[in-house]
């Protein structure tokens, strides 16, 4: 309860900070933003990565700054050894068991547009960014297993995340971006309004 309610003070606070940038900034040339993306995020314990879909809309705060509520979505299936202590090592009940992990990471993305410093073409935006939230997962074990539930590695509930990025304007309405990062990198679309 207590991450869903820092959670939604977050959420609160960035629309909160766009109504005050509204009325003391300029609108970017393309406005706000909804970008669609999906690609590949890297867990360590388990080794691989795994796709995932991320969704954030992006409005300004200051001059070449905006903000980005995000929410995004992974699952992945990964494996636990267990068998029942009281029995010998040989026993049935000692086997691979299965389980599924869904995570949902949620906060807010702030990026630094390069655009005038590297005095790029209209078409093209370059950023930095830095992702700020919490991941809420959910665990399910196969039937048959009775053992200790949090036997896989858990993962703090803080989520971090750092970026830089690339988006290629199709027009004034649509857009292509490659994001790429330390936890959760992806390719998308981007929807200015």
Excluded at 4 to 9: D, T
Excluded at 82 to 98: C, F, I, M, V
Excluded at 117 to 122: D, E, K, P, T
Excluded at 142 to 157: I, L, M, T, V
């Amino acid at each position: 309860m207590k991450k869903l309610i820092i959670a939604s003070a977050l959420l609160v606070t960035s629309f909160v900070i766009e109504c005050k940038a509204q009325e003391t900034t300029s609108a970017e040339k393309y406005g706000k933003t909804l970008n669609l993306g999906a690609g590949i995020g890297y867990h360590g314990y388990i080794g691989h990565s795994v796709p995932v879909v991320m969704l954030n809309y992006e409005f300004d705060v200051a001059k070449n700054f905006t903000l980005a509520p995000f929410i995004g979505a992974y699952s992945y299936q990964n494996y636990y050894y267990w068998g029942n202590p009281s029995k010998p090592n040989w026993d049935p009940s000692y086997r691979r068991y299965a389980y599924r992990e869904t995570a949902v990471p949620l906060g807010v993305k702030g990026t630094y547009y390069f655009d005038q410093l590297f005095q790029a073409n209209s078409k093209w935006d370059f950023y930095a960014a830095g992702s700020l939230g919490f991941v809420f997962r959910t665990v399910t074990w196969e039937n048959g297993y009775y053992g200790d539930r949090n036997a896989y590695q858990k993962r703090s509930s803080l989520y971090l995340d750092a970026h830089v990025g690339a988006e290629y304007h199709l027009n004034q309405k649509a857009g292509l971006f490659l994001d790429l990062s330390t936890g959760i990198s992806t390719f998308g679309l981007a929807l200015h309004f």
